[in-house]
């Protein structure tokens, strides 16, 4: 994870415009987003970095068992995905979707695809240029929470929006 | 590795002492078989010094290989009347039958000067008092000792039970280690008893459900190197992969052989909407076999190339489904409580396996290929992904612990529901495939 965050650092203090290594979009990439990130891409108390984002923006929105429709507090959070991504026109994101560990691997892995396109979908009909988006799933393999009850599977059941520098294309 | 069968073992006629049955020994698995038949396997005779130690390895492989099943018992030696220390002396039924083996295994091993090894026996219908079948002789390597055994093991299988032997096989899986927040997963292989690991990649990417080619000598399996999901093709003897269907934008996974070993099904997932594909491995061309809204995914060709078995959420929830090779109209075969998936046409035609989802519980399954008969194997927090044994009569699958520490394993399980056991891995397991009988 340090070596996905340092280049997704360095990405940003290059100014790349087109930053496609494998670190920013590989599969620790989720780290940043995951953690919250803390100080490493900047201070919450910037409106402009990706660590406002992801914990005043809020970086992830979740689902219902075995489904892909956003709520509206969902609904929200993107809202304000949208404006940061209107103002901050630098990034481009990476939506991962993920899915809990109650269903096959295979299914799992589509359902995760279906919810970060949804996320997408949704950002673009809120102006985001779609060519700054690109949406990946985890499936079950990367959850964040570990116990084995709805508390847990809620969490894991969820769209992360993973800021990337560059504009996208 | 060449193998040969050097002769068949001579035996002069045999006396039948008794006919307790009206034919010879056999048993019928698909039936369900509550008592293990005991058998004896006797220690197989070292024909020279150098194979002492071979000859007693040998001897407990195919012990482990047969009381494995769940069918056989093995009469320890020490319940033996007469001893077997040569393998032509003709064999004492009396003293087995006294004892109750309905079979006997004898078992010689040489290790010739030139480094090789040889393994004979010969099996025996006891209360029929006549040799079941003839005897046969096997050379190889001396790193083959356990190929050499389980060879013996499958020729005693599958003359007892009229159907092919799956000992020598071997199982392509993901080893898995670290917490469950962060897992990391390899692609691996070992014998089907868990002997023999080798690794195929390393641990830097998630590597997802490894599939043997119908020859065994290559395996498809999904990778996140790229930092999306994609699929590849890679040489077990030379651990050369390569990437297909290769694009820029999207997902492909779940990927499974056709019978002919040149054709692909995987999934393809576009715009959120994940469909069934087929790539023809030698031009690249893909074809797109499915074009719902809905999610389809795990397909999975059956033996004669001419159907392909998959789950689609098309009704709502998970279900399965039959399509012709060509793609087209599908038929929904699953229509009991639950979801329905992962399934895999047996190898032998006849049963459809797959995982079930109800009530907050996981089972593996068989079905007929027309959805009846549907009987349930298992029942755990997470058992899924059944893989065929190559005699189409064990399936073994990946049963994950619930919890902060829980893990996944593999498990075996024979269709009638009986002898499920733990597969040995050194770490956690997941996503077994097997293999079909190694040539």
Request: charged content about 20%; hydrophobic content about 40%.
């Amino acid at each position: 994870m340090t070596v996905s965050r340092f280049a997704l650092t360095m990405c940003a203090a290059l100014a790349l415009g087109a930053c496609t290594s494998a670190d920013r979009f590989g599969e620790d990439a989720g780290g940043f987003g995951a953690d919250g990130a803390g100080g490493i891409a900047g201070s919450v108390s910037d409106p402009t970095s990706p660590a406002y984002f992801n914990q005043t923006v809020g970086d992830r929105v979740l689902f219902a068992v075995d489904q892909s429709v956003l709520t509206p507090v969902s609904q929200s959070t993107l809202d304000a995905q949208a404006l940061w991504l209107a103002q901050n026109p630098d990034y481009s994101a990476l939506i991962e979707g993920h899915a809990d560990e109650q269903g096959t691997r295979e299914y799992n892995i589509a359902l995760g695809e279906r919810r970060a396109e949804a996320v997408r979908t949704y950002l673009v009909t809120r102006g985001v240029a779609p060519g700054r988006l690109r949406t990946i799933s985890y499936g079950k393999e990367r959850p964040i929470e570990v116990c084995s009850d709805e508390s847990c599977y809620a969490q894991n059941r969820r769209s992360v929006t993973v800021l990337a520098a560059g504009a996208g294309v | 590795m060449k193998w040969f069968l050097v002769l068949v073992l001579a035996l002069a006629a045999p006396v039948t002492l008794a006919q307790e049955r009206s034919g010879p020994l056999r048993i019928e698995i698909t039936e369900g078989v509550i008592e293990p038949v005991p058998i004896a396997v006797a220690p197989f005779i070292a024909e020279n010094a150098a194979a002492n130690d071979f000859a007693r390895q040998i001897t407990a492989v195919v012990s482990a290989d047969l009381t494995g099943t769940g069918l056989f018992r093995d009469i320890p030696q020490s319940a033996y009347i007469s001893q077997v220390t040569d393998f032509d002396a003709q064999v004492q039924y009396p003293d087995w039958r006294a004892i109750n083996a309905e079979a006997l295994v004898v078992g010689g091993v040489t290790l010739t000067s030139d480094g090789r090894l040889i393994a004979k026996f010969r099996l025996f219908d006891i209360f029929s008092g006549q040799p079941l079948g003839e005897g046969l002789q096997f050379a190889g390597g001396t790193d083959s000792w356990r190929r050499v055994a389980h060879k013996i093991a499958d020729q005693v299988y599958s003359r007892i039970t009229g159907e092919d032997g799956y000992f020598d096989s071997r199982v392509v899986y993901v080893e898995e280690t670290g917490p469950k927040n962060d897992r990391r997963k390899r692609l691996a292989i070992m014998d089907y008893d868990g002997a023999n690991v080798q690794f195929l990649s390393d641990n830097a990417s998630i590597v997802l459900a490894p599939r043997f080619s119908p020859t065994g000598d290559r395996v498809l399996f999904t990778s996140y190197e790229t930092g999306f999901p994609q699929i590849y093709e890679l040489s077990v003897g030379t651990v050369v992969k390569r990437q297909l269907d290769v694009q820029a934008e999207g997902m492909t996974f779940a990927p499974r052989y056709a019978p002919n070993g040149r054709t692909v099904v995987y999934s393809r997932s576009d715009a959120g909407n994940t469909d069934i594909y087929k790539l023809d491995l030698g031009s690249g061309q893909r074809t797109r076999l499915t074009s719902a809204p809905s999610i389809e995914t795990a397909p999975s060709f059956s033996p004669d190339g001419s159907r392909i078995v998959f789950e689609s959420d098309r009704s709502g929830s998970q279900q399965i489904y039959t399509m012709s090779m060509d793609g087209g109209e599908p038929t929904r075969i699953s229509f009991g409580q639950g979801r329905y998936g992962t399934p895999v046409w047996s190898p032998r035609g006849d049963f459809i396996a797959f995982t079930k989802q109800n009530a907050g519980r996981f089972h593996i399954g068989v079905m007929r290929t027309d959805g009846s008969q549907e009987r349930l194997l298992t029942a755990s927090f997470l058992d899924e992904g059944p893989t065929w044994a190559p005699n189409g009569r064990v399936l073994m699958f990946t049963r994950e612990s619930a919890g902060a520490d829980g893990q996944p394993a593999l498990f075996s399980v024979d269709i009638s529901g009986r002898n499920l056991k733990r597969v040995p891995t050194a770490t956690a397991a997941s996503d077994p495939a097997w293999s079909p009988l190694l040539p």
